[in-house]
């Protein structure tokens, strides 16, 4: 393993390696489109272990189209209670 990018003078900590086998993996994967925000813990297998999506879809309607300033303040308001959702 290699060391981490240290910030604000913390000292640089080990990169855990993964497992071999890859059931023992655990992945939070985190995605924001244009107008949702997803979240979504899964297996090295595959398997969804959980999910949850915070949609902006009306938010929208009213501008025809995904307003940058808009959908970055739904980001920031949905993210924190969308990935504990999928934890």
Do not use: Y
């Not at 489109?33 to 297996?43: E, L």
């Not at 595959?46 to 949609?55: D, H, M, Q």
């Amino acid at each position: 393993g290699g060391l981490s990018l240290s910030e604000g003078g913390v000292a640089p900590q080990p990169i855990k390696t993964l497992p071999p086998d890859p059931l023992q993996w655990v992945i939070l994967g985190i995605d924001t489109s244009c107008d949702d925000t997803g979240a979504a813990v899964v297996r090295g297998d595959g398997k969804i272990l959980g999910e949850s999506i915070a949609s902006q879809a009306g938010m929208h309607q009213e501008f025809g189209g995904v307003k940058p300033d808009v959908a970055q303040a739904a980001h920031k308001e949905a993210i924190n209670s969308t990935v504990e959702k999928a934890l």
